[in-house]
């Protein structure tokens, strides 16, 4: 159940990181208040997998969603560059990932 909570915890990263740029500096009250909820939430489920989990494993997977999926998405809504070296990179980022389920 631990990684369950671990994968849920990296998408509303996800989430919180994308909602901040909806935000606009938090001068808009409705994706204020979802972007804060997916944060405080999205800590609540990290703490929760870290009762299982290793804390560097935990950590290292979580923020590595963030990353993850925070750049694929700024890539499709914002325009981001998908060069070749920054698909890459993202792709080792995955990598790395997969890695640390497969050694915990």
Do not use: H, N, Q
């Not at 204020?32 to 950590?59: E, Q």
């Not at 060069?83 to 997969?98: D, E, M, S, Y």
């Amino acid at each position: 159940m631990a990684w369950v909570y671990l994968a849920v915890a990296g998408l509303l990263e996800v989430g919180w990181a994308i909602g901040l740029k909806y935000t606009e500096g938090f001068t808009r009250p409705v994706p204020s208040v979802l972007t804060a909820g997916a944060m405080v939430l999205s800590v609540i489920l990290l703490g929760l997998a870290l009762r299982d989990l290793p804390v560097g494993t935990g950590y290292a997977v979580w923020t590595g969603i963030g990353t993850v999926g925070t750049a694929l998405l700024g890539i499709y809504l914002f325009g981001d560059a998908a060069t070749a070296l920054r698909l890459g990179c993202i792709g080792l980022i995955v990598a790395g990932i997969v890695g640390l389920k497969l050694v915990s």
